[in-house]
């Protein structure tokens, strides 16, 4: 079983920086693909980041390449995700997820391929 926590999140100006991070008491974190999504209101929820169980590969949505940087520390079970020249459109409630299972490689796109969630941190960026 893997348990995921957010902490992190808060009120940050536009341009300005915040880092969430996620820790888990789960066992073999590092067996896990670990990704970032985010929900804004009203929208549904869209992926952001995720960092595969090698840790040698990111993949970023679009709208955060340059901006966000996904990161993992095995030793303390813990997910990062560094948010830098933040917009107020990224105002959201983020979610970190590990996937379905250890060394899961789906669609690491996808809700669909993350069994467990934590309850969200929430960001929000002012103009």
């Known amino acids: 079983q893997v348990q995921l926590v957010e902490s992190g999140g808060g009120l940050a100006q536009a341009g300005g920086s915040l880092r969430p991070s996620c820790a888990s008491s789960?066992?073999?974190?590092?067996?896990?693909?670990m990704g970032w999504f985010r929900q804004a209101p009203g929208k549904e929820r869209e992926f952001v980041a995720v960092?595969?169980?090698?840790?040698?590969?990111?993949y970023y949505a679009d709208f955060v390449k340059g901006r966000f940087t996904i990161s993992r520390d095995n030793a303390k079970n813990t997910l990062y995700l560094q948010m830098n020249s933040l917009k107020p459109e990224d105002t959201a409630v983020y979610y970190c997820?590990?996937?379905?299972?250890?060394?899961?490689?789906?669609?690491?796109?996808?809700?669909?391929?993350?069994?467990?969630w934590g309850k969200g941190t929430l960001v929000t960026v002012s103009s």
């Open positions: 997820a590990a996937g379905n299972r250890p060394y899961y490689s789906g669609n690491l796109y996808s809700p669909a391929s993350y069994g467990y």
């Open positions: 789960g066992r073999n974190f590092n067996n896990y693909a």
């Open positions: 960092i595969p169980s090698s840790g040698a590969t990111t």
